[in-house]
């Protein structure tokens, strides 16, 4: 049981591979990228450039820059996967979902076709979630970072050194420097901490994914039983 969940786990981690370069390599649609590379070309000219002149906007041309590079990233690679899954797109009706939730909705169109492929019926899937639930380890009761006394000393200790910080030499002339690099690490850090919550809500996205699976099986299987039934009752003479 523990490899059939091992295997549902790769599987899951396949479908989400959407954004992957081999996959739309493999597609040959690569072109479909060239928007979001000349608007990253244009953002990092523009801001460069304000930067020669030591203009003081570059800092907000900059991040406006990166603003609208994702904006045009995102559609332009959502163009190109409606583009490449049509059939999926259909199915599931994801052009009419909200944006942040039309790639959830294809990864789970990839993960059912998979999951048909390896012929796993819905009692299956519906033991592996359930064994899958006893492998998670308990909840923590309680975390000593949340406590309302550590969020009013941690606030305390970050007031305590930015005052510091003003007070030191270097602020007057490198505090545009110092600014930067501690919105740098934020963004690091965040980004470091998201894959981390991800890694754990995973399983649950796995299960819910399998009972998902579960349920439109279990729908295929009685739409053929009762597409039998009507057609035998069609061949049974009527005898009045």
């Known amino acids: ?125 519906k033991a592996i979630a359930e064994y899958s639930e006893t492998l998670s380890p308990p909840s923590k009761p309680f975390l000593i970072n949340q406590h309302f006394i550590t969020v009013i000393l941690i606030s305390a200790l970050v007031s305590l050194f930015t005052a510091y910080l003003q007070k030191t030499p270097a602020w007057p002339t490198q505090s545009l420097l110092y600014i930067l690099a501690i919105g740098t690490l934020a963004v690091v850090v965040s980004l470091g901490l998201d894959g981390f919550r991800t890694a754990q809500t995973r399983d649950t996205r796995v299960r819910r994914y399998l009972k998902r699976a579960q349920i439109e099986l279990e729908q295929e299987a009685s739409g053929e039983s009762t597409e039998v039934f009507i057609n035998n009752n069609s061949e049974t003479p009527i005898i009045s």
């Not at 091992?6 to 739309?24: D, P, T, W």
């Not at 959502?78 to 059939?87: G, V």
């Open 1 to 125: 049981m523990h490899k059939n969940w091992s295997q549902i786990k790769a599987i899951y981690v396949e479908s989400n591979r959407i954004f992957g370069y081999e996959r739309l390599k493999v597609c040959g649609r690569k072109l479909y990228l060239v928007p979001v590379l000349v608007t990253l070309l244009i953002m990092i000219t523009i801001s460069s450039t304000l930067y020669w002149f030591k203009n003081p906007l570059w800092p907000f041309i900059c991040v406006t820059g990166i603003a609208v590079s994702m904006m045009v990233f995102f559609k332009s690679v959502e163009t190109l996967l409606a583009k490449l899954y049509p059939l999926e797109y259909e199915q599931y009706d994801i052009a009419q979902q909200r944006f942040s939730e039309r790639t959830d909705f294809l990864a789970y169109a990839f993960f059912l076709q998979r999951i048909k492929q390896v012929k796993y019926t819905p009692v299956k899937l």
